[in-house]
């Protein structure tokens, strides 16, 4: 269902381009623009900065840095978190071609290339980009002269002091919530060209670091809200937090410190991220009945979701702090849930201005909070959002043009693209119902046509697909990003099911490495080849202490005489017994992870003889569903074929070292028992989900070389993990099968 759909939004993202127009395939708005409000940077009134290029805001053309950053970074975090989903069919600047990057980066490029124009220079940053001058006329567009200037716009400068609003002043109070959403995405730039090679390909800009401090900067420096101007009408973006944005920027910044080589950010950043949450713990809309236009900007607070991705690692009460975080995304949902639950479409979202926008990033935030705590609780009602944007709702109609291809979509939205050209507008999310007292209180609404809706309208709420209601039915560029990031995220989730993938596990390559965080539950794992030194003694301390584990074990350990016994008090001893291999072959290049040294067919084989053998030890392959992979190395290709063969990849969790446990001294790699047993009791301290779900790899046996036995030290291990209140299970209860 989901497949393809982010993508299929995408073409809006391109279709609202400036500067250059790839659905056009012409050039509009080259001469922005001319400044205002520059005095605080003492740039003079009228003059002309080079800012033509990003994306018009949604049917009229003006365009804002507050909403384009926040689109950016939706694009971005699309990227990153969904690498399978985005395809390549478009070259960089928008048209037919492939150019070895996914669509989706390079339109987050196209944003970010625009904001770097909005701040040319340290301490110098616009706003806004044209004004309500703009809606003297619908057209498509191409050069301006609506402002008295040529074909120059305004650009209005950032600063602290109040702005025009109609005939008034807007409530501008400080530099932050522009300032610091410019910080989040240049940051998020910054941390990718480190750790991304394709990123870093296609990036032009090697500044980011400095351009994320200096922005942050000037958002510390003047503490407040940036409302956006008007000339004509008192209509603006009238936002009126900004704590949310600064705690977003601090985490950002702390991503990016802790990521560069060199730097080093000792959780300085996350410390006043945590403080910023503290000062909004919910976002004001949700629960409410409504609230200004854009007031609570962004719709959810982004922030908390990076900053509880960071507490875990935080050396200052993470457990406490990480529940704190999580349970104000609950909180926030709960609210919504008391007045969803009253009603048969599962509504709590306010019919405000923008009404699918609030939907859209309410629906990313019950996804977040399902992803961070694996708690399914308000999974129905995260859905029942999602569904409400494609038809489960009184007007029956998806409220994306053209999604999905064959069902009743917006066909007559308010944009100049399908009035004028009868253009689709393709992927475009529109606003959404609003209430009827304020459909009614607007300027300049008429509907152009009979309302096929009107047998569902009522004094609650209406929406309309008529080119003549601007407040229910245009599409706009920043919620439609929002949508971009949660489709991508429904598709992702589709894909991970089709792969058999289990919600709340960790995945490496297709092979789980983790279980379930959220509970005190570890899997003893033990591989086992050549040597089986440590089997009796192993096999002891588990029965001892009560404790079942998981032996992955070669075809040649199965085969050996040496080992039949201890296979046998294994088995009898009700531990879960499968196959590492039949020759413990090297699947893969330990430098290029990409590169096979085996064919499907030699992996085939070599797995099938040694389920032969474990056949032979009494345990049947329906009964050993997963597969450990020999040298626990392999790639995405060696995870496919197992689950062509019907079984699962597993993997040993990362972070204590105890898969080392097999080194000798003249290795490099060389780590003590003492230091190995050291390491695994410190994880189980310093994170937030200590040992929860791991699977802890060991081996049955050593070389001779290494006369440091770890298993000597298992019985002691085991009371102290027991102690902890941790529970042992073998893989298929850890995985819950």
């Not at 625009?114 to 001058?133: C, E, H, I, S, T």
């Not at 609570?296 to 875990?312: K, S, V």
């Not at 050549?530 to 992955?552: H, M, P, Q, R, Y």
């Not at 290709?637 to 969790?653: C, D, M, P, V, Y």
């Amino acid at each position: 269902v989901y497949k393809g759909t982010a993508d299929f939004c995408l073409r809006y993202m391109r279709q609202q381009r400036s500067g250059f127009n790839p659905f056009l395939k012409d050039s509009c708005h080259t001469h922005d623009g001319y400044t205002l409000y520059g005095k605080h940077a003492n740039i003079e009134d009228s003059t002309f900065v080079d800012v033509s290029g990003g994306w018009h805001d949604a049917s009229d053309y003006l365009q804002y840095s507050t909403t384009s950053a926040n689109a950016t970074y939706h694009l971005l975090m699309a990227y990153h978190e969904f690498p399978g989903v985005f395809i390549d069919t478009k070259l960089a600047n928008g048209l037919e071609g492939s150019n070895g990057a996914p669509d989706v980066l390079d339109e987050a490029n196209w944003g970010i290339k625009w904001l770097l124009k909005m701040n040319p220079a340290p301490y110098v940053m616009f706003n806004q980009l044209g004004d309500d001058r703009d809606h003297m006329g619908m057209r498509i567009p191409k050069e301006d002269s609506f402002y008295g200037r040529g074909y120059e716009r305004p650009v209005y400068f950032l600063g602290p002091e109040p702005q025009q609003r109609g005939k008034f002043m807007n409530n501008t109070k400080g530099t932050s919530s522009s300032a610091a959403k410019f910080s989040s995405v240049f940051s998020f730039a910054h941390y990718l060209e480190v750790n991304d090679p394709l990123f870093k390909k296609y990036s032009d800009q090697t500044a980011y670091y400095d351009k994320a401090m200096v922005a942050w900067d000037y958002a510390r420096k003047y503490p407040g809200v940036t409302q956006t101007a008007s000339v004509r009408s008192p209509y603006i973006y009238a936002e009126d937090n900004w704590v949310d944005d600064m705690e977003l920027a601090a985490a950002s910044l702390h991503r990016m410190v802790t990521n560069n080589p060199g730097s080093g950010d000792n959780d300085y950043f996350t410390s006043l991220s945590y403080d910023y949450a503290q000062q909004e713990k919910i976002t004001p809309w949700l629960g409410a009945d409504t609230a200004k236009h854009y007031q609570w900007y962004p719709f959810i607070n982004l922030g908390h979701r990076e900053l509880a991705e960071q507490l875990p690692f935080y050396k200052f009460k993470p457990k406490e702090r990480w529940d704190t975080i999580t349970g104000y995304y609950k909180e926030g949902i709960e609210r919504v849930w008391q007045k969803a639950r009253t009603n048969a479409f599962y509504r709590g979202v306010p019919f405000i201005w923008c009404s699918n926008n609030l939907t859209t990033s309410f629906a990313i935030q019950c996804y977040w909070y399902r992803q961070l705590t694996h708690d399914n609780s308000y999974a129905v009602l995260e859905q029942a959002n999602i569904d409400w944007l494609f038809g489960c709702n009184p007007w029956g109609t998806s409220m994306v043009y053209g999604l999905p291809g064959n069902g009743d979509t917006p066909v007559d939205p308010h944009s100049a693209f399908t009035h004028l050209k009868n253009y689709p507008i393709d992927g475009g999310l529109v606003d959404g119902p609003v209430y009827g007292s304020i459909y009614k209180g607007l300027i300049g609404i008429q509907l152009k046509d009979a309302d096929e809706y009107a047998a569902f309208q009522s004094d609650l709420a209406v929406y309309h697909d008529d080119y003549g209601d601007y407040s229910s039915n245009e599409p706009t560029m920043d919620g439609t990003a929002s949508l971009i990031y949660l489709l991508g995220a429904k598709e992702t989730e589709a894909n991970q099911q089709a792969k058999g993938m289990k919600p709340g596990f960790t995945y490496d390559h297709g092979a789980i490495t983790r279980g379930d965080t959220l509970q005190k539950n570890i899997t003893l794992v033990f591989t086992g080849d050549e040597f089986g030194d440590g089997g009796e003694k192993i096999a002891e301390a588990l029965a001892t202490e009560n404790v079942k584990a998981s032996f992955f074990l070669t075809g040649r350990f199965y085969r050996n005489p040496a080992f039949k016994k201890t296979v046998q008090r294994l088995k009898q001893g009700g531990h879960y017994l499968g196959v590492h291999s039949d020759q413990h072959l090297l699947y893969c290049d330990w430098s290029k992870r990409d590169s096979l040294l085996v064919t499907k067919q030699q992996f085939i084989q070599d797995l099938r003889n040694s389920y032969k053998e474990l056949m032979k030890a009494g345990v049947p392959k329906k009964n050993a569903p997963y597969f450990l992979p020999p040298y626990e190395w392999y790639n995405d290709s060696i995870a496919k074929w197992t689950r062509e063969e019907g079984l699962q990849l597993i993997n040993f969790t990362p972070g204590t070292g105890s898969n080392a446990d097999y080194t000798t001294p003249s290795d490099k790699n060389y780590r003590s028992s003492d230091k190995i047993h050291a390491s695994i009791l410190q994880y189980a301290e310093k994170y937030r989900s200590g040992l929860n779900g791991f699977i802890l790899l060991l081996h049955i046996g050593t070389a001779p070389e290494r006369t440091d036995k770890m298993y000597d030290q298992l019985p002691q291990l085991l009371k102290e993990l027991k102690a902890q209140g941790y529970q042992f299970q073998t893989l298929g209860q850890q995985l819950r099968d």
